[in-house]
């Protein structure tokens, strides 16, 4: 699901000098296992079980190691996230760009603690568009009204799935899967498309943040509940409909349909009273304002209207798709998910896989051509948020415990190890003489105090192993890639693969 920031640790009780991490690294970086013999010794635990013998030879080893000793007294009182990070890596990773889309939004979004990530990035690079054509210094969307409209159509998602589904068995891996999760705060660009299409978009001050929207898992909590709930009364009544030789199977889909609709005003009548009434997309509202003049302005129109007015005629968001970098599948294919969605009957979740060189050279062509990218990735890896880095060099642990990381990117998708995590937005990048990409200028949804500004720098190695999508308009991608995408007939995956993952 959509990441909000991670809490702080708590303080440690004594912080360390830098010249005492210094000597703390250079003492476990002398460390050395011993060479594996040509014959294996015979374990210590012959069943397979962890022994007392493998403590007592363990230990026995450590114990009167120095540096172990100093490790533990260390390590022991201070968080080993902060004691870790290296210092030369947060100087080296500038948060200076030399290639910037040519307008800057304001102010930096928070999600605060809810997983809506995905239509925080969805709405930051739409709010562009609006603040441009408006004149405005500053200027955000709705994220709420997103929301509202993004999970009622998600619980009625998982209801007709409950009728599709009904002869499965609930202990069934699939309805195992979809009944997780089953309206997850977060999600992907094609979901999004869906909302905006179907719903249109307002500005913030037409359907402002509430408690529930800012602090979801109260209301997840109980719509989870009645949503499991509504899924196995309609799991009953289509057997009991369907054990009747009398009805026809339109006769069936209606009166279940009836069923679905009266189960979902208890939906709709717990969202309305956490979130508020939301605009309806057909209903005109009026949106006064002061552009950078300081002239009150008002604009007036539906929520569907200011979606297709705001909207860059040339990138507009229904022609962007989803590039992916996952190395499990091959290359050069249009994937999808099963079962992932949001919007009954509306556009598919689609990606199209190709390497990783690709969706940097899709970045670097939306930002000079002053487009702002959305991406997925996995944030919590190798990230630091105070300075707001994303580095693979950031943390020391493989010269502190004197280990190697040798997961390859592939290889943490198939163990669990990484997915897509959290969406945001890139707005720069620095190239080096040659024009390749050196980092990355990151726009959070944090708020302003966390990273810089808000803003974080993702190195390029960073963009290779934890970067998984990136989002371009047809008319800047490689036509290659738009053929896989346009050609139709996506590979399915599962839906508890991590390309379901939902940021």
């Not at 998984?468 to 599962?494: D, I, M, S, T």
């Amino acid at each position: 699901m959509g990441s909000a920031p991670s809490k702080p640790a708590s303080a440690p009780q004594v912080a360390p000098s830098d010249n005492e991490k210094q000597t703390l690294v250079e003492s476990f970086s002398s460390l050395r296992v011993s060479p594996e013999s040509e014959a294996a010794p015979a374990p210590l635990s012959a069943d397979g079980s962890l022994s007392l013998s493998n403590l007592s030879s363990w230990e026995s080893d450590l114990a009167s190691d120095s540096k172990t000793q100093l490790a533990r007294t260390v390590f022991a009182q201070s968080n080993i996230k902060s004691i870790l990070t290296s210092r030369s890596t947060i100087i080296k990773d500038s948060h200076v760009f030399n290639t910037e889309v040519d307008f800057k939004t304001d102010p930096i979004t928070n999600q605060k603690s809810s997983g809506r990530c995905w239509l925080f990035a969805t709405s930051n690079i739409f709010r562009y568009n609006v603040m441009k054509k408006l004149s405005l210094n500053d200027f955000q969307c709705s994220q709420s009204y997103l929301f509202f409209y993004d999970k009622l159509n998600k619980a009625n998602y998982y209801l007709e799935l409950s009728i599709e589904l009904a002869d499965l068995p609930l202990d069934d891996r699939l309805l195992d899967s979809l009944s997780g999760d089953l309206i997850s705060d977060g999600g992907q660009w094609d979901m999004a498309i869906n909302v905006l299409e179907n719903y249109g978009i307002v500005p913030q001050a037409l359907y402002p943040e509430s408690t529930h929207s800012s602090l979801s898992s109260p209301l997840n909590t109980i719509l989870k509940t009645k949503l499991r709930e509504h899924g196995i009364i309609l799991r009953d009544l289509t057997t009991s409909l369907r054990a009747s030789s009398q009805l026809s199977e339109d006769q069936i889909r209606t009166t279940l349909r009836s069923k679905k609709e009266e189960l979902m005003k208890e939906v709709y009548t717990i969202m309305t009273a956490t979130l508020g009434v939301p605009p309806r997309p057909d209903e005109k509202f009026t949106y006064d304002y002061y552009n950078k003049d300081g002239k009150a302005q008002s604009w007036e129109g539906t929520p569907l209207d200011f979606y297709k007015t705001f909207q860059s005629k040339q990138y507009s968001p229904s022609s962007c798709f989803s590039l992916i970098n996952d190395p499990r599948n091959e290359y050069g294919k249009l994937y999808t998910v099963d079962k992932l969605g949001n919007v009954w009957g509306g556009r598919p979740v689609l990606y199209v896989n190709t390497d990783i060189a690709d969706l940097k050279k899709a970045v670097v062509t939306m930002v000079k051509a002053g487009v702002p990218v959305f991406f997925g990735c996995d944030v919590g890896q190798f990230s630091e948020n105070s300075n707001g880095i994303m580095d693979i060099d950031l943390m020391e642990y493989e010269n502190a415990f004197n280990i190697k990381f040798g997961l390859t990117k592939a290889q943490r998708l198939q163990v669990n190890e990484s997915a897509m995590t959290h969406a945001m937005v890139i707005s720069g990048v620095h190239l080096d003489a040659a024009g390749n990409p050196v980092r990355y200028k990151v726009e959070n949804s944090w708020g302003p105090d966390v990273g810089d500004k808000g803003y974080f720098v993702m190195t390029d190695k960073w963009f290779e192993q934890f970067v998984y999508q990136v989002v371009v308009p047809k008319a800047l991608a490689q036509r290659e890639l738009v053929k896989v995408y346009e050609g139709g007939n996506p590979v399915v995956l599962p839906h508890w693969d991590p390309m379901g993952a939902l940021a």
